[in-house]
């Protein structure tokens, strides 16, 4: 901490400064007391007016990104020295024992992971913020070097001052809401210049981290499969902007893209200047050269006459010529398929092998180890489709689509749970369309089935034209019946992407997911997925939907509406059992479970450390099909930012997935006594939720009115536009209770359940007890512990740290109608003593075990106050003008923004 406080320090002084320059002085005093001084009470100079308001939540926000900086390069730091528990080191030593070498190996073979990018909306800064954020942590990165001269120092000192200022002059809120097409651009950015340097240093790390745990060369073969997807142009559940035409583009710049991080990388073997005069060529290597470059006519002969004397770098040309790119001024500027150019990676690696064993023939291992096995990494990695991309809609989508097309064809509809079972037997096994769909019309008056068909149609035109690797899966939100994922293999018969092995057996060569998200979906989805996996064409499509790979199906579980649903104690629990039922009904028949955690960018929402979350998961969840798990919003800012902060969090993935590959027994959870604080905390949430001044209470007494007019996603906050609970979003629903600093999602419930097990089951109170502490303990005890237990009090005990009674009741007072209040504030109240009481009496204190926290919070205690008080003004005058003021809208905005920037999250 004590590196933090001088980095901020240093960081804080130079703001100060720009701020001074900028005829601030005042504000800069104001500010230096809220940060520096974290015990005073700044409140009393804390004037309402709306100017001093909105340079207050400025200076605030710029304050607390400036503090988040030097908290990441800290964190950086330990991580560089290897401090960090979870990572690869630490597991390889773990699985280190005589003669065991080849078994780590092929556990490294086996270890697939794929994080997939989403533009959810709870990224409050806008991009051009962000990239001044990087600007000023390269800079901060600039000041590590030893032995910098005066003059050096002063001048990374101007620049900071100079980015400090531009972030001060620079508006930090969304004017407008992005378009879909400016999301895909901002992920784009983190695919092409950060993802492949992070790939790189990881599989650094993963060499030096093997060779020291083992002292034996790794095998460049021997390296992990890591795979990224992307929901951004594919994911269209309630989002009517995601449509066929904006998915076909979004695919149309990956494969760009994904080209022009192979040339780049392509570009770096140009270093390969080894004269064929100074080592010893293999003769069929020329003669392979020459006939490729024969092969190519004129540009091929081109090549040949550029670096003579190098053929190894004439390779690299030839290799150059034959992607798909036209270059002009050395720019890629679009796609140009060329008979001469790849059409599969395959081709690209199987060029870059040969380049490989002439290089080692030539005693050029050296090279192949730092030139040529990074650029493999790279290529194996973003192929020729850089990320996967999902398709989500929702199933009441796809059911209304289904109804229509029956409609338009003239079948009269299933009424009956018995009729539409005998329907979609009947039509499943019928290659036989509804109708002859015909793509040029328009269908305006069938909404949902003409975009269902159409989107449907691009991934089977995809998939002619360049395979199936572009396509990642078919998401199917709130599937609550088997028959919401049948009916997907119906619309896709009609389009043609429904497709016959040529015995008569239908298959479908895109991965069909149901997502549960509910607790009753969870519930349910043990015996949806027996159901989905009995039937002919899920059996016979297996094969296709894990390719190299044991057969396998992909399950996506939603961490946020099971959260809002039932609370976090039940939320997690259920979740747990439903994947422990599901593995079970998989591995009966012999079939893998890739599971796919929807989790979000806050604990209510499935977040956490990584190397926790995936060490709690249930037993078989992680096997040779792998794991993927969102990264959404803020979290992708945070977590992959910069290549350094990108490796460390899949190098957390990927150790924290290759020790779950390793047979070892791991306590379980005790379910019995989960079973009983599931069952009293669902109780006590739904109590909450349930009573009619509840929602009241929640319109008021947080900033959701706020939230839903904010402009940091292209997505609506509603799935279809009606003001109730069950159609309010999870994000907008977790942001809101965060912004109060209730942060209930995360803890609310826990303490009446842990209290009723206390008092009326002592003996599982005390068992619970000594798991608990175990869990908490150091060294050898921690053997003994739930890895489940490990991460649930953890997870809980950091929400309820960041939960403040005092500015509950502060905004609380928003509530107009005294009776709502006095209904609902008290259980919430009552319920937090309790949740802190009972952890105290389960774990011990909570601070004086998480130094860390406590810190953290103590840093950003006296400003958040002070933002808090601000914007509970803001709201009282904004709703005064029946929110029709959009001066006062604006500084809202930016309180949102300043007050997620100190607490780290937004929804």
Known sequence: MERISTEFLYLWRAFEQVLGENGEAELADRMSALFLSPAADASVHAARSLPVSLALFQAGSLAFHLMNIAEERALLRAYRREETPGLLPERLNQLKRPGTDDQTLALLQRVRVEPVFTAHPTEAKRATILEHHRELYDLLTETDREALTEEENRHIRERILEIIDRLWKTGEIYLEKPDVASEVSNILHYATNILPDAIVKLGQRLTDSYETASGASLPSEAQPEIRFGSWVGGDRDGHPFVTARVTEETLQRLRLQAFIVIRRQLLRLIDLSLSDHRVQVPDHFINRLKERASSLGESGQAALKRNVGESFRQWVQIMLIRLPLAVARDHATHLEQRPECYTDPAELLDDIAILKDALISAGGQRQVRWLLDPVVQVIRTFRFHLLKLDIRQNSAFYETALLQILQHAGIPAPATADERRLFFDRELSSSRPFFPYDRNHAYSDKPEMAESLATLQVIADWMRRYGPEAIGHLIISMTRDATDLFTVYLLAREVGLLRNDGDGQFFMPVSVVPLFETIDDLKRAPQILEQFLDHPITAQSLRFWNPGGPPAVTI??????????????????????????????????????????????????????????????????????????????????????????????????????????????????????LDRLTQSSYERWRSLLDRPAFLQFYAEATPIDAIETNRIGSRPARRTGRRSLADLRAIPWVFSWSQSRFHLTGWFGTGHALAELRQNSPQEWDELQRLSVEANAAG?????????????????????????????????SLVRDTDVRSDVLPLILAEYESTMKELQLLRGDLFPRRKGLHATLQSRSAALHELHRHQVTLLRDWRETDRSNKDIEQVLLLSLSAIAAGLKATG
Not at 619 to 637: H, Y
Not at 783 to 808: G, R, V
């Open 780 to 812: 050898a005890d921690r053997a003994k512990a739930s890895p489940f237990l490990i991460a649930l009090w953890s997870n809980i005990e950091n929400s309820i740290a960041w939960a403040d009674p005092s500015i509950m009741e502060l905004y609380s």
């Open 556 to 673: 996506m579980v939603g961490y946020s509406d099971s959260n809002k649903d039932g609370g976090f104690l039940a939320s997690q629990w259920s979740l747990y059992r439903s994947q422990q039922d599901m593995i079970a009904i998989a591995e009966k028949r012999g079939i893998a479970v890739r599971f796919f955690h929807g989790r979000g960018g806050t604990i209510s929402r499935g977040a956490g450390p990584t190397h926790r979350f995936v060490e709690s998961l249930p037993e078989g969840s992680i096997n040779a099909a792998g794991i993927r798990l969102t990264e959404q919003g803020e979290t992708i800012a945070q977590k992959y930012g910069t290549p350094l902060t990108a490796c460390y969090n899949l190098e957390q993935l990927v150790a924290g997935a290759l020790i779950r590959l390793a047979p070892r027994r791991r306590p379980g959870p005790p379910g019995t006594i």
